[in-house]
């Protein structure tokens, strides 16, 4: 069976989501409201309803990596069946085998009919061997019939049974829908399948092991807060360095531009075209372009993502050279139309950058008290105290600790991920607090199809978004 070409859904992504015998005990219809373009979903319950087994289920059925232990914790899962159906029609059905725990099978059917049968059977020790896992087994011993694989004895000449199609167009399927799911765990740690995410925390955790150990602590035995501090460190080094990533993007871009530019000149220069020959017809164009690309570049130049653009010396020496007329005015608009080109390529590469830090900064400045928030790309996220105290920001409250991983996760799930499921966020912060959270995390995903699945106590969080509460009941 070969997989369709599925394209990307501009909307978001799932619809229902339905849970048959979860814990043995409880069974969820939860149909996405359709307010909000669907970005949103606030799953509401009492304690004990299984609301945060249910993130972890919808992320471990829909993340693609094979050697992360996805599939041996759906078997750890006690349930009967999920459902998911996405927005383009497509249903993903995971059903458990014999009992609530172990062997499972996962369908993807599109437009009704199957693409996709993966069966998942667990091993000793309760876990479901990835791919060259199982390649293995197969090659010393194992064979497929209806109810799996199964051991036999090795035949010389035996046939190899190759790895079951269903499994490889089941993770082919995800990685094609483009989900990379995120989950901010209660306790504030980020899963993902990120590989950078992955290597960044190896490293870091390794530089915080040194650290902890010239404190006389071992990381294993330090308080959960420590942990949580390192969790935040290790997102705002990511932060910084997402930045740092587009903005030298978005400078070779005008760099390239700017190669060009003396090109440009030279080839009007040789060439039989009168000196007044360029892209701006008047100097009253010249002036007003280079007024614009001032105004432009001051709002780059805040958060240090451009250098310096002098637009008033500028407009001072063509003023000087419009009052002494003559060619050399023409001569100026021939230079610097090519260059005033290359500057607006920059702009352009870098308006998406600027753009999120302005609402990210925006937003924590709005929600801390007493403090400034900066940012540039070789610092980072920088806070400052009312005197201009630069602010370690794992010296901030929990609360001011959470939002700050909140946000800033929110802003880096933007660059790959279409779903962002995080567990009760009102952890910590302040009634107020509460009440502008969700608003704030949909700014800071505003223009990408990233739908938020949040479970949540908090009344303030579900009466301020009633229009995308399901309840667990």
């Known amino acids: ?40 979903v606030l799953v509401h319950g009492s304690n004990g309803t299984g609301k945060t087994t249910v993130l972890k289920l919808i992320w471990n059925v829909l993340s693609s990596a094979d050697d992360k232990g996805h599939r041996t914790q759906i078997a ?56 060259d896992e199982r390649r293995r087994s197969i090659q010393v011993g194992h064979k497929r019939d209806k109810a799996g694989w199964r051991v036999v004895d090795m035949l010389p000449g035996m046939e190899v049974v190759d790895e079951p199609d269903g499994d490889a167009i089941y993770l082919a399927f995800l990685e094609e829908m483009g989900f990379m799911p995120l989950f901010l765990a209660d306790d504030r740690t980020l899963y993902s399948d990120d590989e950078e995410i992955a290597r960044q925390r190896e490293r870091f955790a390794r530089q ?96 240090d993502l451009v250098p310096s653009f002098p637009s008033e010396e500028y407009l001072l020496l063509l003023s000087q050279l419009r009052s002494q007329g003559g060619e050399k005015l023409l001569l100026a608009q021939q230079i610097l139309s090519p260059y005033l080109a290359s500057l607006q390529t920059r702009f352009s590469a870098l308006e998406e950058l600027e753009a999120v830090v302005r609402k990210l900064v925006s937003l924590l400045n709005d929600f801390l008290e007493e403090k400034t928030v900066g940012f540039n790309p070789a610092s980072g996220l920088m806070i400052f105290t009312p005197s201009g105290e630069p602010l370690d920001p ?69 009466s301020g978004n009633p229009e995308a509460l399901v309840g667990l009941k």
């Open 1 to 40: 069976m070969k997989l369709e070409e599925l394209g990307t859904p501009d909307r978001a992504l799932i619809t229902s989501i339905s849970v048959e015998g979860l814990f043995g005990r409880y069974s969820y219809q939860l149909d996405v409201p359709q307010a909000n373009d669907s970005r949103l």
């Open 76 to 131: 750890r899962v006690p349930f009967k069946r999920l459902i998911i159906t996405f927005a383009d029609g497509s249903v993903l059905t995971c059903r458990k085998k014999d009992d609530l725990l172990g062997d499972f099978e996962i369908v993807v059917k599109r437009r009704g009919e199957p693409m996709a049968v993966a069966q998942y059977v667990v091993s000793d020790g309760a876990i479901v061997p990835n791919q």
């Open 208 to 303: 915080e092991e040194e650290r902890f150990m010239r404190g006389g602590r071992h990381l294993l035995h330090t308080r959960s807060s420590d942990l949580a501090a390192a969790e935040l460190r290790m997102t705002l080094r990511r932060l910084t360095d997402w930045s740092r990533q587009l903005t030298l993007g978005g400078q070779n871009t005008g760099s390239a531009g700017a190669n060009s530019i003396y090109r440009d000149v030279l080839v009007q220069l040789a060439s039989n075209a009168s000196p007044g020959a360029s892209n701006l017809s008047s100097p009253d164009d010249l002036m007003m372009a280079v007024a614009e690309a001032g105004n432009a570049s001051a709002r780059f130049e805040e958060f």
């Open 394 to 462: 794992t010296s901030l409250s929990s609360g001011e600790r959470q939002l700050v991983m909140l946000f800033c996760t929110a802003v880096l799930a933007r660059r790959n991920s279409r779903l962002f499921i995080i567990d009760e966020p009102e952890l910590s912060l302040g009634v107020k607090w509460q009440r502008k959270l969700i608003d704030a995390l949909l700014s800071l995903t505003e223009g990408t199809p990233m739908q938020l699945i949040v479970a949540t106590h908090s009344i303030e969080i579900s």
